[in-house]
């Protein structure tokens, strides 16, 4: 949506120089009055009124002596310019010069018409603060003429000059010459007297609002030139609205608009068109956002964890929420690729908080790593309408993803799921909590028969190719050695560790090994401690797949139902390929690019905490 605030909108120079008046006095004294609003635009006088500048009204006037009084750009009658003469009042005089070139002309012509007995019409608003000043240039003699009704108050036989309030507009003043030219039998003279600046912007707003989808008009309600320049926009533009502060806006104004303009009055200041211009792409933006997501999809990819089915229900429920469809895609990009999908209700994810595995199910898509299984996804979810997707998974899953949104223009919001907890730019990955407390249930069991037999138990975590499964596990167990992929393991180092422990005093050695340390996983390095030591009583134990079973730990719960909800708050924000994790418990968005391509590193401290442990 293009927005264009308009370029001959804002202060006409006479409120510029009154402002400028006003804001140069302030700055030398803090109190300045001002007879009547300095501008019809209340969040202006606001603004100035903040600086010191004081509205005052005609009668408390009368009663200030000694001060400095701003005369504002509208202009005051003689009988004001008197009354400052008599109080000593110090005139801060900000009369627009065409204002007064134009009191100048009416006190000329009331001159010479009075030796005829004539009279001065001027058409104008009656009480307007320029139109007061005005007629007290006739003495209060002058006949106002708002509309051709007034016409019954002119005297037809009376010679006659008409004049024109300056902000009026040209068509009317000339109707109003026509009518007065119908019925006058006496000498009669129209002097056109409409500063051009004003009258100009009637012709060109109506270019302006012919021009956009949508106007809003920004102006103060008692601004009678906002309201008349207000009707032409509405004559030109039905989808104009009035406007006088940023909260009048309402969004749902700019649903089908490709192009908004912004427009004012002359006593409309460019700051408040400039801050109202920002809130509507704000708004719209949001509003796009929302209106392009209709329909998510949500799938769960790769090895399962436990939480994943509490993120699936956060990502239905909110999605909800947010009055989108949803719908669960069944064993992940396998699911996509075969259209595959559930529509789902809120309580389709009812009790499922608790639950280990994944109500959606999981794979590990082969056709989704080649072009052409991607190309037949992203033709499921054109046909199924599905506009954005929330994925939850692994570095495999993000890998897909980036790829996937590489490849064709789809929304892709990622979940860390992974009992591995191996994701750069995420300080937890959901199930991993649970894995951990999982596998210290097991080694505490271990522990107690390794104990019972003095013997030396090799116990192998998950983790794939991290270790920060083993590394916890391991500190929370107390285990005597933990072997990561992370750092290289020496054989007689451990060797050497194990023999001192037992001469001193150990009866039973637990080492934790990482499936995917160097040295080979449990049952290598079992062996090679074997030869060395045949005296040993050596066990293997491969925890293996229970270690991302079983009911989701409070934290993993808790996690998995934060990120859940940020993943669909970043896809309504217009997130395209990025991954919501958690660091130090607030949620961060990290691009899949970065996730990826970073290789999360373990916590030096843990390693240090194990060392000093476990002697
Ligand atoms: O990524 C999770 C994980 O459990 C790893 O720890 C492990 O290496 C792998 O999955 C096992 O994969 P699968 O279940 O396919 O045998």
Known sequence: MKIEID?????????VNAINKAEENL????????????????????????????????????????????????????????????????????????????QKRIKKSFRELKKVNGQILIYGKKGHAEV???????????????????????????????????TKTLEGFNLLREELQKIMKAPFKAHDTICRKVANRVPLIKEFAQKHDVIVFVSGKKSSNG??????????????????EPQDIDVSWFANAKSVGVSGATSTPGWLMNEITEKIKLENKINISMSRIKKIGVLTSGGDAPGMNAAIRAVVRTAIFNKLEIVGIKQGYEGLINGDFKKMKSHDVSNILQKGGTILRSARSEEFRTVEGRQKAYQQMLDNKIDALVVIGGDGTFSGARIFTQEHDIPVVGIPGTIDND??????????????????????????????????????????????????????????????????????????????????????????VAEGDKSGGAYTIAKEIEKEHPEYDIRVSVLGHM???????????????????????????????????????????VPFNKTIKNKKKVKDTYLRINEILSI
């Open 7 to 15: 370029p001959n909108a804002g202060f006409c120079f006479g409120v």
């Open 27 to 102: 700055s030398k004294d803090d109190q300045l009055y001002c007879i009547g609003d300095i501008v019809h635009n209340s969040i202006e006088v606001n603004r100035l009124n903040d600086l010191g500048l004081q509205t005052i009204e005609h009668d408390e006037f009368k009663g200030i002596k000694e001060r400095k009084v701003l005369f504002r750009a509208h202009g005051e009658p003689p009988s004001s310019y008197r009354i400052a003469k008599k109080n000593k009042i110090d005139i801060v005089d900000a009369t627009c010069p065409v204002v007064l070139n134009l």
């Open 132 to 166: 007061n000043g005005l007629v007290g240039q006739t003495s209060g003699k002058a006949i106002v003429i708002e509309t051709t009704k007034d016409l019954k108050s002119v005297n037809p036989d009376l010679p006659s000059e008409l004049f024109s309030q300056t």
């Open 227 to 244: 309201k008349l320049l207000f009707d032409v926009c509405k004559g030109i533009n039905r989808n104009s609205y009035f406007i006088s």
């Open 423 to 512: 994701l750069y730019g995420t300080d937890y990955t959901i199930g991993y909590d649970t894995a951990i407390n999982t596998v210290i249930d097991a080694v505490d069991k271990i522990r107690d028969t390794a104990s019972a037999h003095n013997r030396l138990f090799f116990i192998e975590v998950m983790g794939r190719d991290a270790g920060f499964i083993a590394l916890r596990s391991g500190i929370a167990t107390g285990a005597e050695a933990i072997l990561i992929p992370e750092k290289e393991t020496h054989a007689k180092e451990l060797q050497a560790y194990l023999e001192k422990g037992y001469k001193e005093h150990k009866s039973s050695g637990i080492v934790i």
């Open 547 to 589: 270690q991302r079973g079983g009911s989701p730990s409070a934290f993993d719960r808790v996690t998995a139902s934060t990120l859940g909800v940020a993943a669909v708050d970043a896809l309504l924000d217009d997130q395209k390929s990025i991954m919501v994790g958690m660091v130090h418990g607030d949620v961060t968005h």
